[in-house]
């Protein structure tokens, strides 16, 4: 059991991190989906937008199967390693990836943008008032405070502090409503998920952090040990997900 458990570990170390690519932990990890289609809604609204702002695109994964886009879009990204995978994937289809900060500054003049999006990428909804038109639309779905708090509780470690309001559908639009933006939508949601092996647990907890801050797998060997142990004599690892979806607009 020991030597099944560091190969999982060891295997989980070796995978990269940068860029949002689940595929590497394809089948042993079961994910679900929220009943709403964030690709869906972002779309709808794609058709007759002329400026696109894709904010924490990550790789450029989600944002260059989103084609044809508008001639002017854009996308940010804050974590280095991301920002050179994006303009990798992105400045062929003409998209410009600009930096942000922790400030969450947006380096495009006010105004400018019709469609705003964000999936999973904090924000500030006073940047996001100030790029986006008169009448134009800004769609977030956001990780709630509550996803995946089985992890929290089996490492004993509270998740790190959010930067926007996840509590709830309701916090975080109040939060948008505050910066002059009028709520058209909003959604709340829990559905199950799993991880059917601890080797995919672990690459989860490097690629976010946030999870479980510092988290190390020394740290944490003895609860990682009984969690295999738990999936051995189950069908995984079961956790909650809990997803959040606002869309708002800047009245004309």
């Known amino acids: 059991m020991a030597s099944e458990f560091d190969g999982l570990i060891d295997?989980?170390?070796?995978?990269?991190?940068?860029?949002?690519?689940?595929?590497?932990?394809?089948?042993?990890?079961?994910?679900?989906?929220?009943?709403?289609?964030?690709?869906?809604l972002v779309l709808?609204?794609?058709?007759?937008?002329?400026t696109l702002l894709d904010l924490g695109t990550g790789g450029g994964e989600l944002l260059s199967t989103l084609g044809p886009l508008p001639r002017s879009t854009y996308a940010t990204e804050g974590y280095p390693p991301n920002?050179?995978?994006a303009r990798r994937r992105l400045d062929p289809l003409g998209v410009r990836v600009l930096p942000i900060g922790p400030d969450n500054r947006i380096d495009l003049p006010s105004a400018s943008i019709e469609l705003a999006v964000s999936r999973h990428?904090?924000?500030?909804p006073d940047e996001v008032y100030r790029v986006l038109r008169p009448g134009g639309t800004f769609i977030t779905q956001q990780v709630g405070r509550r996803n995946y708090r089985e992890i929290n509780e089996r490492l004993k470690v509270a998740s790190a502090p959010a930067t926007n309001a996840v509590e709830s559908a309701?916090?975080?639009a109040k939060e948008v409503a505050s910066a002059g933006l009028r709520v058209q939508d909003q959604r709340d949601t829990e559905y199950d998920e799993s991880f059917l092996d601890v080797g995919a647990l672990v690459w989860y907890l490097r690629f976010a952090p946030w999870q479980v801050p510092g988290f190390a797998v020394l740290r944490f060997r003895r609860d990682l040990e009984r969690i295999h142990e738990d999936i051995g004599r189950t069908d995984g690892f079961k956790v909650s997900a809990h997803r959040m979806l606002v869309i708002a607009d800047r009245p004309p």
């Not at 990428?121 to 500030?124: L, N, R, S």
């Open 170 to 172: 309701g916090a975080l």
């Open 11 to 40: 295997g989980a170390l070796a995978l990269p991190i940068s860029g949002w690519d689940p595929s590497l932990i394809k089948d042993r990890w079961k994910t679900g989906s929220p009943p709403w289609s964030y690709r869906t």
């Open 121 to 124: 990428e904090e924000f500030d």
């Open 83 to 85: 920002l050179l995978l």
């Open 44 to 50: 709808r609204r794609l058709a007759s937008a002329a």
